[in-house]
Nanobody, 115 residues
Framework: QVQLVESGGGLVQPGGSLRLSCAAS????????MGWFRQAPGLERELVAI???????VYADSVKGRFTISRDNAKNTVYLQMNGLKPEDTAVYYCRLNRWSTNYWGQGTQVTVSS
């Protein structure tokens, strides 16, 4: 069983930056696909970014050029660097690990972008 714990959320002004971290309780296997999703009030959870074992990344159009996902398998951690934050980025951000068609989710971390 894998447990994921997100951290790094908070309140930031528009245009600011945050770095989210997601630490896995067990080892991240190199074939795991790691990702960040977010859910705003009243909306469905949506993909933000994913990264596979080879380092290939996919981003939602809304965050391209502003967010960067990365992973450090040695530290069992995946990161989301968020720059140029906008009020519409406000949401609970969730980390997900996909291993052999099974998804594991973290508890989420709140990101609020407001002046």
């Amino acid at each position: 069983q894998v447990q994921l714990v997100e951290s790094g959320g908070g309140l930031v002004q528009p245009g600011g930056s945050l770095r989210l971290s997601c630490a896995a309780s067990g080892s991240i296997i190199s074939t795991d696909v790691m990702g960040w999703f977010r859910q705003a009030p009243g909306l469905e959870r949506e993909l933000v970014a994913i990264i596979n074992s080879g380092g290939t990344t996919v981003y939602a159009d809304s965050v391209k050029g502003r967010f960067t996902i990365s992973r450090d398998n040695a530290k069992n951690t995946v990161y989301l660097q968020m720059n140029g934050l906008k009020p519409e980025d406000t949401a609970v951000y969730y980390c997900r690990l996909n291993r052999w068609s099974t998804n594991y989710w973290g508890q989420g971390t709140q990101v609020t972008v407001s002046s």
